[in-house]
């Protein structure tokens, strides 16, 4: 069953400009993950949040959490057009090994 | 380090023929998953192994999908007979804890005619 939900699906944006992709979940998370999919390749981790945290950085990118609404959200500020590939948010349960991931955001940098 | 390898990274084959996917895990790596990926579906969890033991296999399709993790450094995805629509990609992944930073090959693309 998915358990994280990336919103949108598809988003297209001029390059320079910040790209915000949302997750939504459904029960009690670890932890929650993003990360990139380049198109013809394997996925690549971004960036882990754990639960008790509310916000966290690293180069272009910021993860917020908040878990009373059971929502993350990511954003690429300045964005280039090496961004351009897939999104996937994945959410580590608690009593559960393994990470569920979402279906993805498909982010199109425009030159 | 060489990062989570793969092989083949594409497979074209007839239905009815075995095909066998392998995977190394990233040394040191207790977690290895194989997941596949198609458009229809996105990014499904098959199995995973924990110190070579097989953990959690609910997510392999039917008796024809099959897994083996011999060793700390070796997988192998198997599917027999297989069938046009197991074609997807299939990815392996291993990572040092459990719930946390996951490791992905490059993808073995599988095209069964």
């Known amino acids: 069953s998915q358990q994280g939900e990336e919103d949108p699906q598809a988003l297209s944006i001029q390059e320079g400009e910040n790209a915000t992709m949302n997750c939504s979940y459904k029960t009690s998370i670890n932890n929650l993950q993003w990360y990139r999919q380049n198109s013809g390749r394997g996925l690549v981790h971004l960036i882990l949040i754990r639960s008790n945290e509310r916000e966290k950085h690293s180069g272009r990118l910021r993860v917020t959490l908040d878990t009373s609404k059971k929502s993350s959200s990511l954003l690429i500020t300045a964005s280039r057009a090496a961004d351009t590939a897939s999104y996937f948010c994945a959410t580590g349960m608690r009593g559960d090994d393994k990470i569920i991931f979402g279906k993805g955001t498909r982010l199109h940098i425009l030159p | 380090d060489a990062g989570v390898i793969q092989s083949p990274r594409h497979e074209v084959t007839e239905m009815g023929q075995e095909v066998t996917l392998r995977c190394k895990p990233i040394s040191g790596h207790d977690y290895l998953f194989w997941y596949r990926q198609t458009m229809m579906r996105g990014l499904e969890l098959l199995i995973y192994?924990?110190?070579?033991?097989?953990?959690?296999d609910s997510g392999m399709p039917e008796d024809r999908f099959s897994a083996k993790m011999p060793n700390a450094s070796f997988s192998t995805l198997k599917i027999q007979p297989s069938e046009p629509r197991d074609s997807a990609v299939y990815f392996c992944?291993?990572?040092?804890?459990?719930?946390?930073?996951?490791?992905f090959g490059p993808g073995t693309r599988l095209l069964v005619l």
């Open positions: 192994f924990n110190n070579n033991v097989p953990i959690d």
């Open positions: 992944a291993s990572s040092f804890k459990v719930r946390e930073t996951q490791y």
